[in-house]
């Protein structure tokens, strides 16, 4: 009689903040099946407690440490700099501490406004050099872990629904369902990034480990007025509610963003992430 044995393959355990965020939300939904996800959400895990975060991971069985939890208000932050720094900077100092005292691995999410926008494209080789409070303090993240723990970058992240969040993509459909115009950026490249696309692909570098950079990020950078009026096109609304306005008009008054950010990666060779076009959800 055939004997068979069932090898069963342990699930890789992450311990995740920011799993309730508009990215770290999704990235549990999709990848649940194939990883176990520990959740270590606010108020009860805090990342800004130094005692808070120790007592917690020190006994906790994991294999990565994926941190996502920021604070992420760009124009926020210039006013609340220093809570911006507190949660961003020394927040990922006290949990990247513990997890290398652990032995464990540490990805960083982070941000392709690291970038000025001023000479693109930008790779996960070049420089440099945040204009904003927010961009300062995703960077500054990045040097304490840079060279020990994974480093990923995304930009402009949407998916098809999150009530408690909203991305460019919804607050421009949802500005066009009620037929209020939408100023949208004609001098200024972003790179749009499926949020299902960056799962997917954080998960095949889950199971490939490895402390580099990593850009996760749509395979097409557009100007917001183009990506505004392909997604009135898309859901047959109004196109013309759509008017372009210019860079510096639009941010007059808010924090500095990069310009011509078109964030690209030269060492993705393991996802195929999509443009926009092809991924409106
Ligand atoms: N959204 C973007 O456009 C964008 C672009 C590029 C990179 N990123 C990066 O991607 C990551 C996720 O962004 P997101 O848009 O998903 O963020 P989000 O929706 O604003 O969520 C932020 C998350 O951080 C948690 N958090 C805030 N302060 C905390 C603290 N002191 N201790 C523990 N957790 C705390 C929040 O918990 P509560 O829900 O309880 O407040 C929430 O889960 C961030 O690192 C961000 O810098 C985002």
Redesign the pocket.
């Given at each position: 009689m055939a004997v068979w044995r069932e090898t069963k393959m342990r699930k890789i355990k992450i311990a995740i903040?920011?799993?309730?965020?508009?990215?770290?939300?999704r990235i549990v939904e999709l990848l649940s099946n194939e990883f176990e996800f520990i959740p270590?959400?606010?108020?009860e895990?805090?990342?800004?407690r130094k005692d808070v975060v120790y007592n917690t991971l020190k006994d906790l069985l994991f294999d990565i440490f994926l941190?996502?939890?920021?604070?992420?208000?760009v124009d926020g932050a210039e006013k609340n700099k220093e809570l911006a720094f507190k949660?961003?900077v020394d927040?990922t100092r006290n949990v990247f501490e513990v997890v290398e005292f652990l032995k464990k691995k540490f990805i960083y999410?982070?941000?392709?406004?690291v970038f000025d926008g001023k000479n693109p494209p930008f790779f996960e080789d070049s420089k440099p050099n945040p204009l904003s409070v927010?961009a300062n303090t995703?960077y500054e993240g990045e040097k304490i872990v840079r060279g020990r723990a994974m480093i990923v970058?995304?930009?402009?992240?949407y998916r098809k629904s999150f009530p408690?969040?909203k991305?460019f993509f919804r607050a421009i459909k949802e500005r066009l369902e009620k037929g209020q115009e939408v100023f949208a950026v004609e001098d200024m490249f972003i790179t749009p990034t499926f949020i299902d696309d960056m799962a997917y692909g954080l998960g095949c570098l889950f199971k490939n480990f490895t402390p580099e950079i990593f850009h996760l990020v749509g395979s097409k950078s557009y100007r917001p007025y183009d990506l505004a009026r392909i997604i009135a096109k898309k859901f047959s609304l109004d196109e013309s509610l759509v008017k372009p306005i210019s860079f510096e008009k639009f941010f007059e008054g808010r924090a500095p963003r990069p310009q011509w950010n078109e964030v690209k990666s030269k060492k993705n060779n393991f996802f195929r992430m999509r443009s926009f076009e092809e991924t409106i959800p």
């Amino acid at each position: 009689m055939a004997v068979w044995r069932e090898t069963k393959m342990r699930k890789i355990k992450i311990a995740i903040t920011g799993s309730t965020g508009l990215v770290g939300s999704r990235i549990v939904e999709l990848l649940s099946n194939e990883f176990e996800f520990i959740p270590l959400r606010y108020p009860e895990f805090d990342i800004t407690r130094k005692d808070v975060v120790y007592n917690t991971l020190k006994d906790l069985l994991f294999d990565i440490f994926l941190h996502l939890a920021a604070y992420t208000d760009v124009d926020g932050a210039e006013k609340n700099k220093e809570l911006a720094f507190k949660v961003n900077v020394d927040g990922t100092r006290n949990v990247f501490e513990v997890v290398e005292f652990l032995k464990k691995k540490f990805i960083y999410i982070s941000t392709g406004f690291v970038f000025d926008g001023k000479n693109p494209p930008f790779f996960e080789d070049s420089k440099p050099n945040p204009l904003s409070v927010y961009a300062n303090t995703k960077y500054e993240g990045e040097k304490i872990v840079r060279g020990r723990a994974m480093i990923v970058r995304i930009e402009y992240p949407y998916r098809k629904s999150f009530p408690p969040k909203k991305d460019f993509f919804r607050a421009i459909k949802e500005r066009l369902e009620k037929g209020q115009e939408v100023f949208a950026v004609e001098d200024m490249f972003i790179t749009p990034t499926f949020i299902d696309d960056m799962a997917y692909g954080l998960g095949c570098l889950f199971k490939n480990f490895t402390p580099e950079i990593f850009h996760l990020v749509g395979s097409k950078s557009y100007r917001p007025y183009d990506l505004a009026r392909i997604i009135a096109k898309k859901f047959s609304l109004d196109e013309s509610l759509v008017k372009p306005i210019s860079f510096e008009k639009f941010f007059e008054g808010r924090a500095p963003r990069p310009q011509w950010n078109e964030v690209k990666s030269k060492k993705n060779n393991f996802f195929r992430m999509r443009s926009f076009e092809e991924t409106i959800p």
